[in-house]
């Protein structure tokens, strides 16, 4: 008979931009530990299933670094080396349409307000 693991998935948040974005990670990160979720932080050689991309939609040079990122973390995905793949942050609050139809292989895109409802339930 098969039991079905405990384990719950780990997950790798990569923080992109801002200090805001840093703490915004930090309480995500934490959130997640609460419920007893494995974390990383920036871990490029993380085995975790799951990656939380958390980006900057101001600064010229992080909206590239946040596009580019996004766009390896898919590929990643379609390689089959991660599961899921999510988007939070400035960027993906002030570009969400756009990113959505431009990057459709991501799971979901959240914005920053939706991070702060998260916050609040």
């Known amino acids: 008979m098969k039991t079905k693991s405990l384990n719950k998935p780990k997950v790798n948040v990569i923080t992109l931009g801002c200090s805001k974005n840093v703490y915004d990670s930090e309480v995500l990160m934490g959130q997640l530990r609460a419920n007893n979720i494995p974390v990383s932080h920036e871990d490029d050689n993380s085995c975790a299933p799951i990656v939380i991309i958390n980006t900057c939609g101001f600064i010229d040079n992080a909206k590239q670094e946040s596009i580019n990122t996004i766009l390896e973390w898919a ?40 991070l702060q409802s998260a916050k609040n339930t």
């Open 75 to 114: 590929e990643a995905k379609q390689k089959g080396l991660v599961e899921k793949v999510y988007v939070t942050g400035c960027l993906s609050e002030r570009y969400k349409p756009e990113l959505k139809k431009e990057i459709p292989d991501i799971d979901e895109y959240f914005g920053t307000h939706d």
